[in-house]
């Protein structure tokens, strides 16, 4: 039975979190496009996206080049905010802290992680490094027995409210004339060489020029392999925790701990998380809270590096389902190799939120002028991961 269309989109964004929307945003904000886009999102109320519940960081201490320059204008994006998502005048309250980031090392880790300063430097970040002395007298609530030193950025480092992050895109693309639709995409039709259609779980069908797949760990792969495109990504749950802590312990940047603990100060407490071992990490949907990791896990490592972090008590915790690259935990951005209007960028593995602005630009060069113009992203394009050569982050988390 044949299916008429309800609606025809020059553009169709399948996932509606920071990357779609800032796909959308860029897009619609081209002089050069007049088309008209739509974003397809299964679930508006985010309650297990990263997009509302990540840590909300921003940063440019990798050890990749391209990741490092996405960073940069990530912190270029959110400091003049009001230039990119202003609406009537309103410039919108991200609520980013410029407080830092703060990397720390062992003995093993220290070669690596000043390699990689070096590279971010190179590349126009503000990071430097800092030996244990110099650690313990600008963090001194930190026990730098163990330590063999850090790296920090203070300037353009530091963290927002993801969720008002996610409403400002939202708010800038309605206002350019994006439309918002509440569904899933369950079939893509293709004529030839060519998607035509997408078919909705309404039963709508939507008549399309353009499909960007940014569905994340909801529907990227799946919606890959409905165009016969396999994709290494897997939803991975990610639980956070709330804590206070008796002690008042002064100024605290983004800390994240040699064993890959990461926490902030939020409000008047801490928010912290820490990725399971690989052995307790499956592909899963599930949206239970893994309270062991806190108990067993987190707070014996938060003891060790802040005394002060003996003393404290969990409040409250939540979980979000990260899009995990299984094969280098990197971005996978590119046009489809066989079907000319099917793009797609996913897999960040918890770096979408402020790799955002530039993934929402680089998608947006790649329709209207079919090549990355600003910052170029080929690299990680689905070349190598036809080939399984990957492109690793080295003491990144």
């Given at each position: 039975m044949s299916v008429k269309a309800e609606q025809a989109y020059d553009v169709l964004i399948v996932g509606g979190g920071v990357s779609g929307c800032a796909s959308a945003c860029f897009l619609a904000s081209d002089s050069t496009f007049d088309g008209k886009i739509a974003v397809v999102e299964r679930d508006p109320t985010?309650?297990?996206?990263?997009?509302?519940?990540?840590?909300?960081?921003?940063r440019q201490q990798f050890s990749t080049p391209e990741n490092i320059r996405m960073g940069l204008f990530g912190a270029h994006f959110v400091?003049?905010?009001?230039?990119?998502?202003?609406?009537?005048?309103?410039?919108?309250?991200?609520?980013?802290?410029?407080?830092?980031?703060?990397?720390?090392?062992?003995?093993?880790?220290?070669?690596?992680?000043?390699?990689n300063n070096a590279l971010q430097r190179e590349n126009g970040a503000e990071t430097e490094m800092l030996t244990p002395q110099a650690l313990a007298q600008r963090f001194p609530w930190l026990n730098v027995d163990g330590l063999a030193g850090g790296c920090t950025g203070v300037r353009n480092e530091g963290w927002l409210d993801p969720y008002a992050l996610l409403q400002a895109y939202?708010?800038?693309?309605?206002?350019?004339?994006?439309?918002?639709?509440?569904?899933?995409?369950?079939?893509?039709?293709?004529?030839?060489?060519?998607?035509?259609?997408?078919?909705?779980?309404?039963?709508?069908?939507?008549?399309?020029g353009i499909v960007i797949n940014a569905a994340g760990a909801s529907g990227l792969k799946t919606l890959c392999e409905l165009v016969d495109l396999p994709m290494p990504v897997e939803s991975r749950k990610r639980c956070t925790f709330v804590f206070n802590c008796r002690e008042e312990i002064g100024m605290t940047p983004l800390t994240i701990l040699p064993e890959g603990c990461a926490f902030r100060p939020e409000g008047a407490n801490f928010i912290v998380n820490l990725a399971p071992t690989p052995d307790m990490d499956p592909n899963t949907d599930d949206t239970d809270i893994d309270h062991y990791l806190f108990e067993?896990?987190?707070?014996?490592?938060?003891?060790?590096?802040?005394?002060?972090?003996?003393?404290?008590?969990?409040?409250?915790?939540?979980?979000?389902?990260?899009?995990?690259?299984?094969?280098?935990?990197?971005?996978?951005?590119?046009?489809?190799?066989?079907?000319?209007n099917f793009y797609f960028a996913g897999g960040f593995s918890g770096h979408g939120l402020q790799q955002s602005p530039a993934v929402g630009r680089a998608i947006s060069e790649l329709v209207v002028h079919g090549a990355f113009k600003t910052l170029d992203l080929s690299r990680f394009g689905y070349q190598r991961i036809a080939a399984r050569r990957g492109i690793f982050e080295t003491n990144c988390f």
């Open positions: 985010y309650e297990f996206s990263p997009s509302a519940k990540a840590t909300g960081g921003f400091k003049n905010v009001g230039d990119y998502l202003s609406v009537e005048d309103e410039v919108p309250d991200v609520g980013f802290r410029e407080e830092g980031y703060l990397l720390l090392a062992s003995a093993d880790s220290l070669p690596i992680m000043s390699a939202r708010k800038k693309a309605r206002s350019l004339g994006v439309i918002f639709i509440r569904d899933t995409v369950t079939e893509i039709r293709r004529s030839g060489s060519s998607v035509s259609s997408v078919r909705l779980a309404s039963g709508s069908q939507l008549d399309t067993e896990r987190i707070w014996p490592i938060l003891a060790e590096h802040i005394p002060a972090f003996e003393a404290i008590k969990t409040t409250s915790a939540y979980c979000c389902h990260y899009d995990v690259n299984t094969l280098d935990g990197n971005l996978i951005i590119d046009r489809h190799p066989a079907v000319d």
